[in-house]
């Protein structure tokens, strides 16, 4: 598990891009190959989440993704924002090169009324 750096929740890193919505909703309907990664609590992942995403809570992020090839494409998503921003910075640490997240995070996923899984 790595340190996490509690004003990496408040910066937007460099190189992270933001995703809306409806463009990661358009995304995965074309099948892109993109890694969606959740880095909530395991809670809040139970209670609805993007089909297919990956539940990494923040903190272990990078160890469950520590194998992946660093030009793998990644999208991070959480309740608000915050998390997967800090998340984000550990990936571009790491050498990860293609980062985005989803703006607004769970909540405006579910404002814009886009299909939740709970499994």
């Not at 990496?8 to 919505?21: I, M």
């Not at 990661?24 to 992942?45: F, I, M, N, P, Q």
């Not at 959480?78 to 984000?88: F, L, N, T, V």
Request: net charge positive; hydrophobic share 45%.
């Amino acid at each position: 598990m790595t340190a996490l750096n509690l004003f990496d929740l408040l910066r937007h890193p460099a190189g992270l891009k933001d995703l809306a919505p409806d463009e990661l909703s358009r995304l995965l309907a074309a099948k892109a190959a993109v890694r969606v990664v959740d880095v909530r609590t395991l809670r809040e992942y139970a209670r609805g989440h993007v089909a297919g995403a990956l539940s990494a809570p923040l903190g272990e992020t990078a160890h469950a993704i520590r194998e992946w090839p660093r030009e793998t494409p990644v999208v991070l998503i959480c309740q608000s924002g915050h998390r997967s921003q800090a998340a984000a910075h550990e990936l571009l640490r790491m050498g990860f090169s293609d980062v985005s997240h989803l703006r607004g995070g769970m909540s405006s996923w579910a404002r814009r009324g886009l299909p939740q899984a709970r499994d």
